[in-house]
């Protein structure tokens, strides 16, 4: 998405007032709420220096962790493409929000599609948008937390269990048990 239409789906307008933009409703809240779930990385084709001045504003808590700009997306017939292979991250953990389909072409499975965002102030936008990326985001958390600690239990290698010296109590088992679980994943 571009800044000039919606910067990176939070709705920078172009248009400047007394040294002022016009941000879409919630856009601040949005990259804060984000950024407790990913990290959050603007992929604008406005030109640096603008997209910094505008990001600068809707992100003076500086949760936005990476900014790419013109120079870092593909000129393709009057737009330009995010190709997200160039973030550097693994593209089956990369979602892009854009008002452009275009823009996301090379990835369109990566894409979720916003409306594009004129300077309405009853703007919902960001707020339909949030919980369903958040919802995404735990999901994507817990399952990686998951993963890792079956990495541990595996690094560990098996558990061991000392069971009581009662053979009631035991249930027949031996002293000690080695349990092999299977790896999550």
């Not at 709705?11 to 016009?22: F, H, S």
């Not at 493409?81 to 991250?89: N, T, W, Y």
């Not at 919902?124 to 985001?137: K, N, S, V, Y």
Request: glycine share 10%.
């Amino acid at each position: 998405m571009t800044l000039q239409q919606a910067a990176a789906g939070l709705g920078a307008d172009e248009t400047e007032t007394e040294g002022r933009i016009l941000v879409r409703p919630g856009a601040e809240e949005f990259v804060v709420q984000m950024a407790e779930y990913y990290e959050v990385i603007v992929f604008t084709a406005a030109l640096q220096d603008y997209a910094d001045w505008v990001l600068d504003q809707i992100d003076p808590r500086k949760k936005l962790k990476c900014r790419l700009y013109r120079q870092h997306a593909i000129p393709s017939g009057g737009t330009y493409i995010k190709d997200l292979s160039r973030i550097g991250r693994p593209l089956n953990r990369v979602i892009i929000v854009d008002n452009l389909a275009e823009n996301f072409q090379y990835q369109p499975e990566n894409g979720i599609m916003i409306k594009s965002w004129m300077g309405e102030p009853q703007d919902t936008a960001l707020m339909e948008l949030g919980p369903i990326l958040t919802r995404i985001g735990v999901r994507a958390n817990n399952l990686g937390r998951d993963r890792e600690e079956a990495g541990r239990r595996r690094a560990r290698g098996p558990r061991k269990v000392q069971y009581p010296d009662d053979e009631t109590e035991r249930g027949g088992c031996t002293k000690i048990q080695t349990l092999a679980r299977r790896p999550l994943g």
